[in-house]
């Protein structure tokens, strides 16, 4: 089992596009939250995803919205980039959607905005 | 307001000597506290919980509710426990799905 698995491991955009990041989890896992991680910060939590649905939203925008398969693979989409987005994204996946669940995180995927 | 507090970015230690890395939070219930690890070139891993209570590479970390803190600490420090160490905390509560709300992180840096 490769674990959390994330893709693309880098990527540089420009402002006011929009990016695609994509997560599978952990064999077995079924939910799937996404963080974002500041340089020199701890990660923040976006949201998360179980059954298909968005679970729970930190205190992100709109403009950061994702999605979950069948498969629990999940999507984190960001429209309209600005440069305070750039950042390392961590997916971390967990079986259950329950509270104290162990979370094992992806390698991440940073995202750089010019 | 859910919030975790590290004071110290930075931990610079000799090998062998004591250890302890401070973590203080603010929840308005019943709190899960965890100790996450990213060593250099890995990605964040678990490292303990409270809830647990076990001591995972020497590491123990005792929740004191009255002064809401989680410190880690361990009595000899060794060189391959340089990394950087995220305290986190997860609400107990029916409207919370495990969201984990980290501090900023503190590097320790254990010296030969």
């Known amino acids: 089992d490769a674990g959390v698995t994330q893709s693309p491991t880098h990527l540089i955009k420009t402002r006011g596009q929009q990016v695609t990041l994509r997560c599978s989890p952990k064999s077995g896992h079924d939910t799937v939250s996404w963080y974002q991680q500041a340089l020199g910060q701890g990660p923040q939590f976006i949201f998360q995803?179980?059954?298909?649905?968005?679970?729970q939203r930190g205190n992100f925008p709109d403009r950061f919205s994702g999605h979950q398969f069948p498969n629990y693979s999940s999507e984190l989409n960001v429209n309209a980039l600005l440069l305070g987005d750039s950042a390392l994204y961590l997916c971390?996946?967990?079986?259950?959607?329950?509270?104290?669940?162990?979370?094992?995180f992806g390698p991440g995927t940073r995202l750089t905005v010019l | 307001a859910q919030r975790v507090t590290q004071p110290e970015k930075l931990l610079s230690v000799f090998k062998g000597a004591p250890v302890e890395l401070k973590c203080n939070y603010s929840?308005?219930?019943?709190?899960?506290l965890f100790w996450y690890v990213q060593y250099s070139r890995q990605r964040l891993q678990l490292l303990l919980r409270h809830i647990s209570r076990e001591s995972i590479k020497g590491f123990t970390a005792d929740l004191n509710k009255g002064e809401t803190s989680f410190h880690l600490k361990k009595p000899f420090a060794q060189e391959e426990d340089s990394a950087m160490y995220y305290c986190a905390l997860s609400g107990r509560s029916s409207s919370n799905t495990g969201k984990l709300i980290f501090g900023q992180g503190t590097t320790l840096q254990v010296k030969p």
């Open positions: 971390a996946s967990s079986l259950g959607a329950s509270k104290g669940d162990e979370q094992f």
């Open positions: 929840y308005s219930g019943s709190p899960e």
């Open positions: 995803y179980y059954e298909e649905e968005e679970r």
